[in-house]
Each structure stands twice: as C-alpha cells, then as structure tokens.
C-alpha cells in the first residue's frame, strides 16, 4: 500500500514534472533529446556564394560611363575618331571579425555523462547561433532598430539605397552616395506614390523584373526576397495566375521555392523589418513590413577571409595558464557582405504591410 501510493500520490511532489508522474521516492528517466525553443533556421545566407579573400578588403571597380558619347559615333570617309576612356569607381569591403563562444564545467560534463553530452550540445548551439547572427547581419547590416548589430559589415537594408530618389548620403563601400555617384543607387519601384502605401500587386513585381532586365540583369540568377508575411500575400495573388509559378524550383541550399515569371520567391523571418517609405523629400526607415527586393544574385557575394569560416578553435580553462576547470571553444568567420552592383539590384518600397 505505501509503495502504490507513492505512485500516485498527489501530495509528495517535490522535483516531480507534473502530477501522476508518481511522487518523489520513485525514479524518472529524462528523454535524452533536448527539444529546441529558438528556431534556429536560416533562410537566406545559404543562398549566397561565398568567395575568397587573401587580404582584408574586398577591391573591386565598378565602370560608370564607357566615356564620351563620341567614342562610338558614324564619320565620314577617312576621319578620325578619339578613344575616350570609360570611368571607373573603386569600392572595398572591410573583412570583419565575428564568433560565438561556448564553454562547460568539468563537473558538468562529469555529472550529465551518462545523461547527455552537454560540450557538443553547447558547440552545436554556438554554431548555430553564429549562422543566425550571419544571416541577421546580411539583412539588415549595422541598424540594431532591425535585426542588425552596431559593429557588422553593411547589410541589405543599408545598401538598397539611392541619392536620386531618396537623398541617401550614407558612404558605401568607401565612396559616398552623391548626386555624382549613381552607381551606388539601386533600381527603384513604388508600390504606390509619395506618402501612400499599397498593398503587394503583381502589376508591382512586373515592374521590378522590367526594371532588373533594363539594367542588363535578365540573364542573372536573380531572387525575390520578402517577409513570411508578404510571401503569403503573394502566393495569394498567384493562386489565379498558376501559368507563373512552377510546382517546384530546387535551388542552391536544398530549398524548394515557389517562383513568379521563374524568379524564386524566397521568405525570410528577419525581413519584417527592412520596411522604407517614402514621402517626398524625406525617406523613412519603418522597420515594419514595408519592402521586398528583387536581387541580382550574381552580384552579391559573402567575402571569406583565408577560409576562415565557421572555425572552431577549442580552449581548455579560461586563462593562459588553463588552471579553469572548464572546456569549451569558439566558432569564428573572418569575412564580409558585397554587393558588388547596385543599379541590377531592386528595391519595391511604399508597400503597405501585410
């Protein structure tokens, strides 16, 4: 009798999860599973190609002008012509430096042994949390209003930009946006006019891919890059237009994407705060759902300094002397965010969101 009513009894809980589980005199065996609360999944960074880098910048030029328009012109029998030179800017990427520490207490990984393994458990949370801080970092750079964080490499939501339309002055890549300097101004479409918002339309996406094809990017793996949200409010429009969308698209990352006109349509969880709009003279960062892109993936890259990405650097204590009762490490990337084109790259703002 004492021992069934140990089994179930109410009122000798302590340490029990829950009731019925029997009371504090009987042994519970844990699942060895740890079930994740923070989804951990990325949707974007796997989507750009990586690159190396030997020094610590990126170089690259951009050509502005093929030079003056008579560089090609129509003459008469036995004249001459003058080769005019094309001009050129030239642009870096800084390499930055970022990591995610983890480390465990001889007495825990002593006490958890025959529980679970608490150093890989911590490594593989480490490594994941460094793939989220990438993709973060890539979306929306260094505005920690967004997702950003103050020290990262310039992000999407600081490199869609343009002087012409918007007035951005900021300084890309060493060079600052100037009415001088339209090949850091990326291509523009409103999805309604100055100081309106208009829900998501085809009519609008039309727009950015003739935009994209005009700017000489039709033949370029291109990309739309939206919200969760604004990914649901455009399946929705093409539900009565399936001649657009293919069944299935596998892309680069082992991702099956849904398509418009074949462009994929990718949703990210951390573009719901890249929002502009625009109310002539003056942009405004919304940080709400307000934009998506069309994007010229050709021209975006991830800069990886000496293959230094994603390494794992174990440390045994915590000082030099390694008197620290403690294992653990660090996995880091040395690298950067570049878009190396801009006027291929585009932006559809004014978006009411969804």
Known sequence: ??????????TNTTGVLGSGA?????NKMIDKIMVDFINREVEFSPMVSRIPMDQLAHVWNIKTNLGSTEKAAFYGDGATGTPYPSNKTQLYAVAKSFRADYEVTGLMMAGSASYYNALEDESKDALSALKLLEEKSILCGTDTSAYGYANAFLGLLQLMGSNATFGDTDTIYGVARTGARDELDVSLVAAAGSGLTADISLDALDASIRVS???GARAAKRLFLCSYAMHD??????QGKQQFVAPSLEVEGGFTLST????PILGSRFMDKNGITWSSPTKTASHADNSMYLLDMDNIK???LKGIDAKHVPIMGADASQRSDVEGGFFKTYGTFIMKKFNTQVLIYNITAP
Request: net charge positive.
């Open 302 to 304: 991830m800069g990886i």
């Open 233 to 238: 409010a455009i399946n929705a429009l093409l």
């Open 22 to 26: 029997g009371g504090a005199e009987i």
């Open 1 to 10: 009798m004492e021992v069934r009513t140990a089994l179930a009894t109410t």
């Open 213 to 215: 094809n005009t700017q």
């Open 260 to 263: 418009y006109k074949r462009i």
